[in-house]
T-cell receptor, first 109, second 112 residues
Framework: DQQVKQNSPSLSVQEGRISILNCDYT??????FLWYKKYPAEGPTFLIS?????DKNEDGRFTVFLNKSAKHLSLHIVPSQPGDSAVYFC????????FGTGTRLTIIP | NAGVTQTPKFQVLKTGQSMTLQCAQD?????MSWYRQDPGMGLRLIHY???????DQGEVPNGYNVSRSTTEDFPLRLLSAAPSQTSVYFC???????????FGPGTRLTVL
């Protein structure tokens, strides 16, 4: 039973445009949500997070939105840059982290 | 600060062999965990520890053992390797289980 789902395995976006990565969850007890970025042959690195009591958190080019009623979160990257090409994992926390399956983002120059 | 370190980076085993994947952190984090990453499966939790002397099972613990004798180290033991354990293994640490976790660079394991 996949509690955290990323339904798009891959996404291609033109450089300079907005990238939107989506994540859905089923467990209403999750109280904290995170996005990680992973380059090949490296460990995941923390990108941005949001508490369940908020609906938006912004950090430079990265914004995470949380819609609790829909059990949906999204990561917006504006403007997209070639260095953003990576696999992005969303994760949800309830004492432990549960990860989604990842979305491979490719930024086209 | 070295952060989270893992050794070895690569390992090839034969079926039935045993080995230990090493993980160490220098951030004085109480919580440490092991994940495996497989294509299309994301990161799945194998075992975790909330402090020295305390360990517990995650989502996919079968075939693996852990111990936590110090705050810094959290080794993962494969008792009798199987081809199904071919994967990339990541160790992570944080102040608590629900907080932001910091990952090591990973160990790529192949079991023939």
């Amino acid at each position: 039973d996949q509690q955290v789902k990323q339904n798009s395995p891959s996404l291609s976006v033109q450089e300079g445009r907005i990238s939107i990565l989506n994540c859905d969850y089923t467990n209403s007890m999750f109280d904290y949500f995170l996005w990680y970025k992973k380059y090949p042959a490296e460990g995941p690195t923390f990108l941005i997070s949001i508490s369940s009591i908020k609906d938006k958190n912004e950090d430079g080019r990265f914004t995470v939105f949380l819609n609790k009623s829909a059990k949906h979160l999204s990561l917006h990257i504006v403007p997209s840059q070639p260095g953003d090409s990576a696999v992005y994992f969303c994760a949800a926390s309830n004492e432990k982290l549960t990860f989604g399956t990842g979305t491979r983002l490719t930024i086209i120059p | 600060n070295a952060g989270v370190t893992q050794t070895p980076k690569f390992q090839v085993l034969k079926t039935g062999q045993s080995m230990t994947l090493q993980c160490a952190q220098d951030m004085n984090h109480e919580y440490m965990s092991w994940y495996r990453q497989d294509p299309g499966m994301g990161l799945r939790l194998i075992h975790y520890s909330v402090g020295a002397g305390i360990t517990d099972q995650g989502e996919v613990p079968n075939g693996y053992n852990v111990s936590r004798s110090t705050t810094e180290d959290f080794p993962l033991r494969l008792l009798s390797a199987a081809p199904s354990q071919t994967s990339v293994y990541f160790c992570a640490s944080s102040y608590s289980g629900g907080n932001t976790q910091y990952f090591g660079p990973g160990t790529r394991l192949t079991v023939l």
